[in-house]
């Protein structure tokens, strides 16, 4: 396979975790009005969760895309330092969700839990979307 194409795949594979997220999001906000008083806070801590799920997921694929480039042992160095600062700025996003007082701090890492989700449901939602946009049956 030609590294082009390797590309493009990562690409759908992205779209797919990136739907997959946003999936998990509008799922969590709908079970979230049913059972919680604080509808406000948990939304605003859910969609800030759910947004940091994104940019990590669009931040792996950055970081993996720019690591191709590279020998196999700066590969890996460059994949470790791109995963703590990813970590640092996840740390400092659910920190300033603590000390506000606005937002609900569970509900935003609910959300960025979104991104683990949607990694395990990605085969589900590659087949959902392709019978959305193509509408056939997905290949096994």
Known sequence: MVMKEKIADVNKTLLELLAGIFIYGIICQVV???LVEDRFSYSTGLWIGIITAIAAAIHIWKSLDRALDFDEGTAGK?????SVIRYV???IIMGLTMINGVTNPLAAFLGIMGLKVAAYLQPFTHKLLIRFFRGKKPES
Do not use: D, E, T, Y
Not at 78 to 82: S, T, V
């Open 89 to 91: 700025i996840i740390v």
């Open 78 to 82: 460059k994949m470790q330092a791109q």
């Open 32 to 34: 979230g009005f049913v």
